[in-house]
């Protein structure tokens, strides 16, 4: 039994935060399901399946020793970049985007796995790289992130490929301090920017960009969502419109309520106070992942968890920016809220490699 003591190390007050944004997206959902006819299974139902199923998977990922991750790390990221070829060759679009693969009870997003396979491969790079850090390494860094941008961005798909490069900036001022490095990172930036726009991006993106900047300009086209977005979310007021009557939602005024602007129809709804506590599960999720952060060893554990807390915060900031008008439309899922087995089951697979974290290293106490 001596084997199995580190269970006792579970960190319970992470799981319970998880499960509750897990349980807020599925009422959610299952509100969003009144208003919509459905032939076969609504999204409520199969969110409800990837939860057990990702439970599952937490649970098998929670007990396994962070170090087996960090030995496959970059087999683990080979075979993303595969299957993001595979995409492109044997891809289903929806709304302009080949970025899934169909596998019969549901069509599995590999840009998903690939934000988290970014932080592992990186987390066992850092973690192997000599001090001083030189700008070799800086470099070395994003070629091995590249790939993976090169491929989501040919699905395209702006939003990802932009956390990913988020990501590995993020990552890199964690580990990087000399301020040389930073300085000629802030150059090269401006630099990819701007032959971005003149040679990478399409005039749709570039319209959202405008859009952003002035949602007036086309508000029944262009503008459309992220007007019909800040409409719903200001009409909930303090408490909300109550369970399955937002307008916006329900009457379907609003796009992709489900996804991208499900944060809209939780603050139609429930209103601020709804809102509030939202951003109060995170906050308290984002939290306790710093804490665990603080006692964690090595520069693998170290660069694990944060890059995952960045990973949740992020997605978390970006998606409710979208909603509140602070942010362009980039397609970003709010994490373990939006509906979607690829982006469910890899948010909760993250939060699993914390738990695998804090249950395998030698002192865990938070």
Do not use: C
Not at 319 to 337: Q, S
Request: hydrophobic fraction near 55%; glycine fraction near 8%.
């Amino acid at each position: 039994m001596k084997r199995f003591t580190f269970l006792k190390r579970f960190d319970t007050v992470l799981f319970i935060f998880m499960v509750l944004l897990i349980a807020l997206g599925l009422a959610t959902l299952y509100s969003l399901s009144l208003s919509f006819e459905h032939e076969g299974m609504s999204n409520f139902s199969r969110q409800l399946i990837f939860t057990g199923i990702g439970l599952v998977l937490f649970g098998v990922v929670s007990v396994t020793d962070f170090r087996f991750f960090r030995s496959v790390s970059y087999w683990i990221y080979i075979i993303t970049i595969l299957l993001l070829v595979a995409v492109l060759i044997f891809g289903v679009t929806f709304r302009g985007v080949k970025g899934w693969l169909s596998l019969g009870f549901f069509n599995f997003q590999p840009t998903e796995l690939a934000k988290l396979a970014v932080i592992l491969v990186l987390a066992h790079f850092w973690q192997e790289a000599r001090r001083p850090i030189k700008i070799t390494d800086v470099m070395v860094s994003f070629v091995i992130v590249l790939p993976s941008i090169y491929l989501i961005l040919r699905q395209p798909d702006l939003g990802s490929a932009a956390m990913i490069i988020i990501l590995w900036i993020a990552i890199f001022l964690l580990v990087d301090k000399n301020k040389k490095h930073i300085a000629g990172l802030l150059v090269i930036l401006i630099i990819i920017a701007s032959l971005s726009w003149m040679f990478v991006l399409e005039d749709y993106q570039k319209d959202r960009i405008f859009t952003y900047i002035n949602p007036d300009l086309d508000p029944l086209g262009r503008g459309y969502q992220i007007t019909q977005s800040i409409v719903a979310v200001g009409s909930g007021e303090i408490i909300g419109r109550g369970f399955g009557l937002g307008s916006q939602s329900q009457l379907h005024f609003l796009p992709a309520p489900d996804t991208d602007f499900i944060f809209a129809v939780l603050a139609e709804e429930f209103g601020l106070m709804g809102s509030l506590l939202l951003l109060g599960l995170f906050t308290l999720l984002i939290y306790r992942l710093i804490r665990i952060s603080e006692v964690v060893y090595g520069n693998f554990s170290l660069v694990l968890v944060l890059g995952i807390t960045l990973y949740i915060f992020l997605q978390m900031g970006i998606n409710i920016g979208m909603n509140i008008g602070l942010i362009p439309v980039i397609g970003v899922p709010l994490p373990l809220v939006s509906y979607g087995g690829s982006s469910l089951l890899i948010s909760m697979i993250a939060v699993a490699l914390v738990e695998s974290v804090v249950m395998h290293q030698p002192f865990t106490k938070t």
